[in-house]
């Protein structure tokens, strides 16, 4: 079992600003892709941003141009820049991490971290 770990998320106002951190431990795979994802209470769980390795960046339509995806290779972590953010934005966000061990491939996920937008 694979876990990865999350951080960064928390209370903010509208407007302001989070980063959100996960990380997926060294082991005998390669990551194929890194996203996030976010479920609001009683609504599905949707995309957020996801990026393939040496791949280009997928956003949702409502966070275009407000948050950022980015990876880091070598320390086998993503990051998710959030700005603008809006009432809306709040949610539980959650890590996924596609993993490939010689041809199976398996999708992992953070334990969540809760980001509000409230004044």
């Known amino acids: 079992q694979v876990q990865l770990v999350e951080s960064g998320g928390g209370l903010v106002e509208p407007g302001g600003s989070l980063r959100l951190s996960c990380a997926v431990p060294?082991?005998?795979?390669?990551?194929?892709?890194m996203g996030w994802y976010r479920q609001a209470p009683g609504k599905q769980r949707t995309l957020v941003a996801s990026?393939?390795?040496?791949?280009?960046?997928v956003y949702a339509d409502g966070v275009q141009g407000r948050f950022t995806i980015s990876r880091e290779y070598a320390a086998n972590a993503a990051y998710l820049q959030m700005n603008d953010l809006k009432p809306d934005d709040t949610a539980v966000y959650y890590c996924n991490a596609n993993l490939r061990w010689g041809k199976k491939e398996v999708v992992y996920w953070g334990q969540g971290t809760q980001v509000t937008v409230s004044s």
């Open positions: 060294r082991g005998k795979y390669s990551v194929n892709s």
């Open positions: 990026k393939t390795d040496g791949g280009g960046p």
